[in-house]
């Protein structure tokens, strides 16, 4: 019995997900063909000669034409609009899915696509939540997904069947399949994996421009390179990510201001007593939180 969940599939975008996602439905075995699309030949020439990708085409109309499912896996600045395109470029027939890391600006815009309805069932927005700070397909791998959650944000019109075929491709790379509203997706990412790249990168860019910055950076312990590990990620990706989640993110942003302020008063006041009760609140709530599980 085939163990294949589509025949063929289009990644549009070969980049560290995209690409990597290339490589694990090949090494499960779960689809036939992949494809690859992009704008820059070089690119999707080196995903190819990976093998994240079967073929290779800079023509949006050429990598759709007959494919079971397409999956947008291109930065978020550009997922919006190449979800429009293709919509219209696709058949009826194609599910459509994709890995933005926003998915409230996607779900409005798929709302207000001059298409048919029967079109727009077809579209399972979806969001891994795996990746690294390296980019590129030249990081991607095959086991990136292994044991990973990936948050599928469907819509009320969106077809059951077309849900179950994108959970089942997910689940062959080792993903644990979860499903919320694209709102609550982006307000609970953008506490959780937002707020954490912008406070990473606030923190490296003020040491950096302190009087003693080499020193700091030389001296600085483990502690400070857990912390700012994602600060090394894309920076135009975060700018966009950032700029798709305005609103998510700034309230995170109010809110940790207001908890950094606890902690300036306790300091000022030398209450000793408010920062420890913090600092066991945190120690508490971080060790009954599993990663994975």
Not at 125 to 140: D, T
Not at 199 to 221: C, I, K, W
Not at 245 to 269: C, F, I, K, P, T
């Amino acid at each position: 019995m085939s163990n294949k969940i589509f025949h063929s599939i289009a990644i549009l975008g070969v980049g560290l997900i995209g690409g990597s996602l290339g490589l694990a439905v090949k090494a499960a075995g779960s689809v036939a063909e992949v494809r690859g699309w992009g704008r820059n030949s070089a690119r999707l020439q080196r995903a190819l000669d990976l093998g994240a990708v079967d073929t290779v085409t800079s023509d949006l109309a050429e990598v759709l034409h007959g494919v079971d499912c397409a999956i947008i896996a291109t930065p978020t600045q550009h997922a919006e609009q190449l979800l429009l395109e293709t919509l219209n470029a696709a058949s009826d027939t194609t599910i459509i899915s994709d890995v933005a890391s926003v998915k409230a600006n996607l779900a409005d815009a798929l709302q207000l696509a001059a298409c048919a309805e029967a079109k727009k069932a077809q579209v399972v927005l979806a969001h891994p939540i795996a990746g690294s700070e390296q980019s590129g397909v030249e990081a991607a791998s095959a086991t990136l997904f292994n044991d990973q959650r990936v948050i599928l944000t469907p819509l009320a019109n969106t077809r059951p069947g077309a849900v179950d075929k994108v959970s089942a491709l997910w689940r062959s790379v080792g993903a644990q399949l979860h499903s919320m509203d694209a709102e609550l997706h982006d307000r609970v990412l953008g506490h959780t994996s937002h707020l954490p790249h912008v406070l990473a990168y606030a923190l490296v860019d003020y040491l950096n421009r302190q009087p003693e910055s080499e020193l700091m950076f030389t001296f600085a312990g483990g502690g400070f390179r857990d912390f700012t590990r994602i600060a090394a990620s894309d920076p135009r990706m975060w700018r966009e990510i950032s700029l798709a989640n305005r609103e998510a993110l700034l309230d995170a942003l109010r809110g940790y201001q207001g908890q950094l302020q606890l902690m300036v008063d306790a300091l000022e006041n030398s209450d000793g007593d408010t920062l420890e009760a913090s600092f066991g609140r945190a120690k508490t709530a971080r060790d009954a939180f599993k990663p994975g599980e």
